[in-house]
């Protein structure tokens, strides 16, 4: 089994910047990908970044490159996910999931293992 736990969600405002933590424990395998995903208020939900442990790989969705970066904390076996210059439609709830994801890492049901969520709001 694996537990993820994610932390770091808030109110923040246009602009503003935030840093989700995913931090993962039990039976993670060195070849799991974590990845992050969000739900907005009336939307599904959607990719939004993975990263690979066996090779370092990192993946993120286009519509989202330049303002969200995702890495790694091997010392704290956490996987973050650093938001700048958010807007308000960045508003959701953020999921960190992990699995044995060999290929299509933006569909979530290549994921076996998810945490609560996260909640992010940004004002205008």
């Known amino acids: 089994q694996v537990q993820l736990v994610e932390s770091g969600g808030g109110l923040v405002q246009a602009g503003g910047s935030l840093r989700l933590s995913c931090a993962a424990s039990?039976?993670?395998?060195?070849?799991?990908?974590i990845g992050w995903f969000r739900q907005g208020p009336e939307s599904e939900r959607e990719f939004v970044a993975a990263?690979?442990?066996?090779?370092?790989?990192?993946y993120g969705a286009d519509s989202l490159k330049g303002r969200f970066t995702i890495s790694r904390d091997n010392a704290k076996n956490m996987v973050n996910l650093q938001m700048n210059g958010l807007k308000p439609e960045d508003t959701g709830d953020y999921y960190c999931?992990?699995?044995?994801?060999?290929?299509?890492?933006?569909?979530?049901?290549?994921?076996?293992?998810w945490g609560q969520g996260t909640q992010v709001t940004v004002s205008s």
């Open positions: 999931a992990a699995g044995a994801v060999l290929d299509a890492v933006q569909s979530e049901r290549r994921y076996q293992y």
């Open positions: 039990g039976r993670i395998i060195s070849s799991y990908t």
């Open positions: 990263f690979t442990w066996r090779d370092d790989t990192v």
